[in-house]
């Protein structure tokens, strides 16, 4: 377990130095907030970016953790393509597929979780299982059981997965759950928070409501 989020500091560093050499250069802000997903990742063409993770992340199981944060990391690595599943995909190229799987396991998406009406998905636990190599699966192995963690079927997920959020010229592009959402560019060190509420996702920047959108929960 994490003692604090600078620990969390530490961890991201360390996953960017080892897997993530093209980012090693920018400037990188790791921080945990009140979110309505696990975690938030914004970045802007300039090239710093800045991860948020949900609170509670910090007493998760330390594999689970590298999982996101190599998840947020993978998003504007892999940009234009934003999907959820390539950003997945990205995540294991990179031999840190076992760490996602425990990610998966930890938040319950043992299946695939197929979002925007079946044309992307979170890949699950069982999916990128099979995506790993020999190595990689035993490694899985040993880490499910060394931090105590049965791969489970699903059960209704508490939060979203994550949020990417690229500030480009003139606006941010929202990627949630696979819906992109346009903004009009909100001060470039605006807080951008969710709500979910009767069937509309509001997106609020500052406190000011920036975008609506409906929202049926997959
Ligand atoms: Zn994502």
Known sequence: MLEQSNDLKRLGRRLLTHAYPEFTERGIVIETGKLR????????????????????????????????????????????????????????????????????????????????????????????????????????????????????????PRLLHDTAIHDGLGQSILMIEGQAIQIERPQPDSEIKLLIRDEFLHVYADEE????????EE
Not at 63 to 84: D, K, Q, R, V
Not at 112 to 133: A, M, T, V, W
Not at 209 to 216: E, F, L, M, R, T
């Open 37 to 156: 997903s696990y975690g938030q990742v914004r970045w802007r063409d300039t090239g710093e970016f800045q991860i948020i993770c949900h609170q509670d992340i910090i007493r998760w199981p330390e594999p689970a953790i590298i999982g996101l944060l190599a998840h947020e990391i993978s998003h504007p690595a892999i940009e234009p393509n934003s999907s959820e599943e390539a950003t997945d995909r990205d995540v294991i190229g990179r031999g840190l597929g076992y760490y996602l799987a425990v990610e998966r396991a930890y938040v319950n998406k043992y299946d695939d979780h197929r979002i925007r009406g079946g044309r992307d998905r979170y890949l699950g636990f069982q999916s990128i299982r099979k995506l790993l190599n020999f190595h990689e699966r035993s490694t899985l192995e040993n880490l499910l059981e060394d931090f105590n963690i049965l791969p489970r079927e699903s059960t209704r």
């Open 209 to 216: 409501i920036v975008a609506q959108v409906p929202w049926h």
